[in-house]
């Protein structure tokens, strides 16, 4: 009877023991989960500070790059480090959380975007003074171009006049047609279309002294109702303006600089087509200058 109590005692204090062991334990592990969540906490809470560091960071330097305009084009290298370090810094955040790697990142972040600024800063003074003596060596230019004006239009106009007086004009520059007849050997005037074999352009070349004397090549150009220019050959060109121009009759003169009378001939080779009815068009040209015009029309 003493044995049975003595060992259920034993039993009760094995339990009791154990039972205390097992609320220790139970209030260690209590202790660990509080402190646990106390880790997470803090961890979020310091997560949470260094994403709103990192989003104000970035918002004021955005706020800069738009204040400074075109100014902030200047310093793109810059402003790539910094875009890509911060597009770093929100992985890390998102992924591998390290809070003293991420916020050694911050700390130079921020540095970097601080020279930013002062590189901005200093760009804008001198962009400011560059500016300012701009503004004064544009007044200053003015002021010397509004002094001059009078001396270059003047100077315009007798260029202008000088051109203008050193080339030949053609006056009265008319044509009139012919009907052909004896093979060629008769002219007879013609104003009808159906009639017309041959057309003779006539001008007077103007009295110049102040053109040179000499060899001179005037070109004429009959043009169609149909703005077709007739020609003898497809390489009958001469250049004007830089540009090669069909023509339909050509002359070599000797212009001594006096008044001459000057007339061309275009004889039609297919006789049994007749002429086009309408207005004709005629050009003259000389020196690489167009020196007169007339028309003529057919009925």
Not at 123 to 132: D, G, I
Not at 161 to 184: E, H, N, P, R, W
Not at 237 to 261: C, H, W
Request: glycine share 4%; net charge positive; charged share 30%.
């Amino acid at each position: 009877m003493e044995e049975n109590k003595s060992a259920s005692r034993k039993y009760i204090i094995y339990f009791a023991i154990l039972g205390i062991i097992v609320l220790v334990l139970i209030f260690w592990l209590f202790i660990q989960r509080s402190q646990l969540m106390k880790l997470v906490r803090e961890r979020e809470s310091e997560k949470t500070e260094l994403q709103h560091n990192l989003d104000s960071l970035m918002t004021e330097h955005n706020k800069i790059k738009v204040s400074y305009g075109a100014l902030s084009d200047s310093l793109k290298s810059k402003d790539s480090i910094i875009q890509n370090n911060a597009l770093e810094i929100r992985k890390l955040l998102d992924t591998e959380y390290e809070y003293n790697i991420i916020r050694k990142k911050m700390e130079r972040l921020q540095k970097v975007a601080q020279g930013y600024v002062r590189q901005m800063d200093s760009l804008y003074t001198v962009n400011r003074e560059l500016s300012a003596e701009n503004d004064r060596i544009r007044i200053e230019v003015k002021t010397e171009k509004n002094r001059n004006q009078t001396l270059i239009k003047d100077k315009e106009e007798l260029k202008e006049k000088m051109d203008q007086a050193t080339f030949i004009k053609a006056y009265d520059v008319t044509a009139k047609a012919y009907k052909l007849k004896s093979g060629g050997a008769k002219e007879q005037v013609t104003d009808k279309a159906s009639r017309a074999d041959r057309i003779r352009v006539c001008f007077t070349l103007g009295e110049n002294p102040l053109v040179a004397p000499g060899k001179k090549t005037i070109y004429v150009r009959i043009q169609r109702p149909d703005n077709v220019v007739v020609i003898k050959s497809k390489y009958d060109t001469f250049v004007f303006n830089g540009q090669p121009l069909p023509f339909s009759l050509r002359e070599d003169i000797n212009y001594n600089g006096k008044a001459m009378n000057v007339c061309v001939d275009w004889t039609k080779k297919d006789v049994d087509k007749p002429a086009m009815k309408g207005r004709y068009i005629l050009s003259v040209f000389a020196d690489d200058k167009a020196i007169g015009e007339g028309s003529f029309d057919l009925k």
